[in-house]
């Protein structure tokens, strides 16, 4: 079966030396900006807050509960989870995805190598 890990764009990082959007793994896309561009919250010390997530980025990120059960994640824990933090289901952003007017074609596969920052420019 293909692996539903792909590539996607970070909206919030800067574009790589070639210009192209930087990409990151689809399923470590939330611990991304979580390390990359959460901000410290003011009215909480000590804790911090994701940037507002374009809805285009959101529903790349999108991990089917097909693909959470395969990855051994108990579906009552998603439901809790879903619950608690006022996320829509599954099922809610997969009727999205397929209505005519918001499908999303397939996206192209860009590959950046970005040259190390100690050698010497010749």
Not at 4 to 20: A, K, L, Q
Not at 21 to 26: E, G, L
Request: hydrophobic share 35%.
């Amino acid at each position: 079966m293909p692996c539903t890990n792909v590539p996607i764009h970070c909206r919030f990082c800067p574009p790589s030396i070639s210009g192209e959007p930087r990409t990151i793994w689809k399923y470590s896309a939330i611990v991304h900006l979580l390390t990359e561009h959460a901000e410290p919250a003011k009215d909480l010390p000590g804790t911090y807050k994701l940037p507002l997530i374009p809805p285009e980025m959101l529903i790349d990120m999108f991990v089917s509960r097909l693909e959470e059960q395969r990855l051994g994640i108990e579906g009552k824990v998603t439901m809790a989870y879903r619950e608690e933090d006022e996320l829509p289901g599954s099922d809610d952003i997969a009727a999205l995805m397929n209505e005519p007017s918001t499908k999303r074609g397939r996206a192209e596969t860009l590959s950046v190598v970005e040259p190390d920052r100690k050698r010497r420019k010749e």
